[in-house]
């Protein structure tokens, strides 16, 4: 309720600001486990997406973003949850399962931090890890906008990655590295799908 509540809020207060378009909502599965994975450039990108997405997102946050108990109590009354970018977080893993085993959509970055253009070596093996272990399909969104007021914010959604399909036998640490790999140029291809409208 309270999700709800917010990003209706959210809607009025800035789609008068950033006109958001959505191309490919058809890939997008209205039920079952998901991991939403984006490109990332501005910390209004889980803001954007939140506002254009069908379903609740639990989005996996820099834990820099709790250290104020105010923010913190909001961010997890949004199902927000903190993640240690710098080592290997079991805590946010644990959490990120536990929101995919419940059959709900768990959004996060696959580099970790905000960049302007795509670099492969920024992948992080986690994504492919969670969406491996859990069995939940990744649905990569491209995010092209200059975030400045009155000017376009367009989702570009592509169609969901089963990885059990793009691997055969269980996956070595290299494995789950290259996997992110490629999920991430998926990502970043979608952008053709702007070109080409």
Request: with cysteine.
């Amino acid at each position: 309720m309270f999700y709800s509540v917010v990003r209706t809020i959210a809607k009025f207060i800035l789609i008068p600001f950033y006109r958001i378009k959505v191309y490919g909502r058809e890939n997008i599965p209205l039920d079952g486990r998901l991991v939403v994975c984006s490109n990332h450039a501005s910390n209004w990108d889980p803001i954007f997406i939140s506002i254009a997405f069908p379903r609740q997102i639990s989005w996996m946050g820099k834990k820099e973003l709790f250290k104020n108990d105010v923010i913190a109590y909001l961010l997890k009354k949004l199902t927000v949850f903190p993640v240690d970018r710098d080592g290997s977080d079991v805590g946010a893993i644990k959490n990120a399962l536990k929101v995919l085993k419940a059959e709900n959509t768990l959004g996060l970055f696959p580099e970790g931090t905000r960049v302007k253009s795509m670099d492969l070596n920024n992948a992080k093996s986690g994504v492919a890890l969670l969406g491996y272990k859990s069995k939940a399909p990744i649905l990569p969104i491209f995010i092209e906008s200059n975030y400045k007021m009155f000017n376009r914010v367009n989702l570009y959604i592509g169609k969901p990655v089963d990885l059990h399909e793009m691997i055969e036998g269980r996956p070595s640490p290299d494995d789950y590295l290259d996997l992110s790999k490629k999920i991430l140029y998926k990502i970043y291809d979608l952008k053709s799908m702007g070109e080409d409208s």
